[in-house]
């Protein structure tokens, strides 16, 4: 079984490799995210042309040769009709120890005006679109408070979003946590006000239900599998990629109206609660198993 179709070339030469000497291997291949563009968001990358040249042979190999495969969300799933059309699709959301967060969402204290990212620092999520949104509200919230929270994956991009909090005038206001046990970061997000995540591209980012389950209402972008799971207006916002106005808006409006939020968050918990669960889990993984043996048999 392999993560995504990168993984999956190496699996793919073994799987030839274990053939030519009459073993027979069943492949599961992975869709967690969009993989075609995922890379290029995360970190600068030399001789793009060339690369992406690399990736799409090595995902065509890898697919080519997997007997099934898994997707996280309608839009990975899309992914991998278009990419290996004809294949079968278990389709499951991944996994996530969802009781902490729930047991987090319990605690009934008030919450504070604190706006809360949790991930990795790169690119990819976003997250100086939402230092410059913060700074475009916190003049008008100056109790509001940014809170940033993950590893600097990408060195250079978090030393760019350091530099930009202190170019935006932000000091004191925004803070870098770095990387958090699960327990902690469910307590942190059910001490905010609201969680943001304004990736470019996902495929079904657990962070967004693992904040749901707290009770915390959710404002991302809609992208990929993120309005499968966020519901405008409903359990959080869906805003424009990049659109720092729009993002900006809606932090407004949660800051201005805390029972509207509570209320929200409230439904939010609902959704998560029954969206997700350690049984639907573990019997993803019990059929996709199933059908392997089923496709071993067949060979």
Known sequence: MAQS????????????LARLVGLQVVLIVENHGDFEVSLFLQRRVR???????????????????????????NST??????WSPGKTIVQFPTWTDIEAFLK???????????????????????IHHLIRAFARVVQEFPEA??????????????????????????????????EVSQVELANRMRHSC??????????LPRVVFEAMATGVPVIATAVSGIPEI???????????????????ER???????????????????????????SETYLAGYKRLFEMAEEVLKSL
């Open 194 to 203: 609201v969680f943001v995540l304004p990736t470019y591209s996902e495929g």
């Open 230 to 248: 966020v519901k405008d207006g409903i359990t959080g916002f869906l805003v424009p990629l990049g659109d720092e106005e729009a993002l900006a």
């Open 5 to 16: 179709p990168y993984e999956g070339f190496a699996a793919a030469v073994a799987k030839v």
């Open 145 to 178: 408070w940014l809170e940033i929270v993950g590893r600097d994956e990408n060195p250079e991009y978090a030393e760019e979003l350091r530099r930009e909090v202190v170019r935006l005038g932000l000091n004191g206001l925004v803070s870098f946590v770095g």
């Open 251 to 277: 932090l407004r409006w949660v800051l201005k109206h805390p029972q509207e939020v509570e209320d929200m968050g409230r439904r939010a918990r609902e959704f998560a609660r029954s969206f997700f669960s």
């Open 47 to 73: 001789c793009r042309s060339l690369y992406r040249w690399l990736m799409r042979r090595t995902a065509r190999f890898a697919l080519r040769h997997a007997n099934l495969l898994r997707a996280v969300s």
């Open 77 to 82: 799933r899309k992914q991998l009709e278009t």
């Open 104 to 126: 987090a969402g319990e605690n009934e204290k008030a919450r504070k005006p604190v706006i809360l990212y949790a991930g990795v620092l790169t690119p990819l999520k976003g």
